[in-house]
């Protein structure tokens, strides 16, 4: 909650404003609740737009913000019976002072207000295809404004996209997010050390080992340390698991030999953050466990290499990639006599059946955060070309240009299901290692690197020497 016109979330309305036009306006809702079952809902999560801009998690909420600076909240109002089933509500009196905007009313004000917020505006900004029946809502209020004309209202004239300007403000964390973030990625890293030395203990203690177990720790230490809940549904997958990239933590038996991938990554005061590790659950890697795990982690040193501002978003998956076909062939998962060589496996993409995903994405508010993945000043520069596996047709624009301040994921990994021609040897083993990095004007901070990532420092920890 902020209590003045210099929190970042005053800034950021201010900043909005300006980019609305003068005689623009912004509807932003916050998320609907919604239900589990009978009588019980999901845990509320506010929208993540919302919440840049108002720091307020109440539901049932909207801003509106006008060109000319101004912001107005809608909000529940107090109602005592309530608040005693569903605890404390704000409510329109103190929400100005408490949230910094200019004015607020009830939510249940809102058909009768909007028509006159939005008299003598030219354009409605909103979230375009975010919120089911915003457009109907919209609609209802403009077909109210202009049921006023012959009495001298004004309606506007277009319907622009929020997103549009949001996503990119999004993209550029200030100071105040990074270190949120940071502190995300450190308390997530810290879960991610206390599940590898559950593992470890508990196999050593010759006690059954499940992924449940894995996952219970990961929550435990994300609670602890004040995390409202995970950022996404949280990966524990033992042994051949660890090849269905959306596995979620389930019952599946961790045995002493095979290696676990950990996914999981608590979202801290509205801010995601992602780590992935892939450890031996015994805490000591295989001779081809390590071999493959040398190649990801590799991969993903020449990926973050590849990560600095200049750099375009698509540089650290082409490094990745390049690392890892190497080492396909050289490992033997690739066949030369059949694929060809290494320019081959990266032209007509052969290293698709053991790496299928892309290096990264943007992280922030969302796991998967807004931001668009195109350079904004190359827009127009389109080519197209033929995808060699599905052949189809592709459209590629100029990637985006890194910049100081974006924050994204490095996450490269290999992936080996049971083939013919697949050494037996690699069978079964899902590796993934995936941290967070703030680009930097001379490379990256790894925000995320509190839980070891070398061969050595895992077994050593798993050890329990570190
Ligand atoms: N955990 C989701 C992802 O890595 O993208
Ligand atoms: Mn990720
Ligand atoms: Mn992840």
């Known amino acids: 909650m902020n209590t003045s016109s210099t929190t970042p979330y005053a800034q950021r309305r201010t900043r909005l404003a300006a980019l609305l036009g003068s005689k623009g306006i912004a509807i932003i809702p916050s998320a609907p609740e919604q239900q589990r079952n009978r009588d019980s809902d999901f845990l509320y999560r506010h929208d993540s737009y ?57 939510v249940a ?12 505006r030219d354009a409605v900004w909103y979230p375009f295809a975010t919120h089911k029946a915003l457009e109907t809502r919209i609609d209802g209020w403009l077909g109210s404004l202009r049921a006023r004309v012959r009495y001298g209202a004004l309606c506007p004239q277009q319907l622009r996209d929020l997103c549009v300007l949001l996503d990119e403000m999004r993209l550029f964390k200030d100071s105040h997010e990074q270190d949120i973030m940071r502190r995300a990625a450190q308390i997530s890293a810290g879960a991610h050390v206390r599940a590898m030395q559950l593992s470890a203990r508990m196999l050593r203690a010759g006690e059954p080992v499940r992924e449940y177990h894995l996952d219970a720790e990961l929550l435990h230490e994300f609670r602890r340390h004040g995390s409202q809940y995970p950022a996404y549904g949280s990966i524990v997958a033992a042994g051949a698991n660890a090849c269905v990239l959306h596995y979620r933590a389930d019952a599946g038996e961790v045995r002493d030999g095979e290696l676990v991938l950990i996914d999981a990554g608590c979202e801290l005061d509205g801010y995601a953050s992602d780590i992935t590790r892939t450890f031996p659950a015994n805490g000591k890697f295989s001779a081809p466990q390590r071999a493959l795990y040398e190649l990801v982690l590799a991969s993903q040193e020449a990926a973050i290499a590849a990560t600095r501002a200049g750099a ?28 060809g060589s290494l320019q081959d496996v990266i032209e007509k993409r052969a290293y698709f059946q053991f790496y299928m995903h892309r290096t990264g994405h943007w992280i922030g508010m969302d796991v998967h955060d807004c931001g668009s993945y195109i350079e904004p000043s190359e827009v127009g520069t389109v080519s197209e070309r033929k995808d060699p596996l599905s052949g189809e047709l592709i459209k590629d624009r ?46 990256c901070e790894l925000i995320s690197r509190d839980v070891p990532v070398t061969v050595q420092e895992i077994e ?7």
């Not at 809608?74 to 949230?99: M, T």
């Not at 004000?109 to 003598?120: N, V």
């Open 50 to 106: 919302f919440y840049y801009l108002t720091g307020f998690a109440e539901p049932k909420a909207w801003l509106v913000v006008t060109g000319d600076g101004k912001s107005t909240l809608f909000c529940q109002p107090k109602d005592l019976e309530r608040e005693i089933w569903d605890g404390f509500r704000l409510g329109p009196d103190a929400a100005p002072a408490q949230v910094g905007v200019d004015a607020a009313f009830s």
């Open 109 to 120: 004000e809102m058909d009768q207000q909007l028509p006159a917020l939005l008299d003598g």
């Open 312 to 339: 375009r978003f698509t540089d650290p998956h082409e490094a990745t990639v390049k690392v890892l076909a190497q080492g396909m062939l050289d490992l033997g998962l690739l066949d030369s006599n059949k694929v």
């Open 398 to 443: 100029p990637a985006r240009i890194l910049q100081s301040g974006m924050v994204l994921t490095i996450e490269p990994g290999i992936y080996v299901r049971a083939a013919e021609g697949v050494p037996e040897q690699f069978h079964n083993i899902g590796i993934r290692i995936e941290d967070d990095a703030i680009v930097t004007a001379t490379g």
């Open 460 to 466: 050593a920890l798993m050890r329990g020497v570190i």
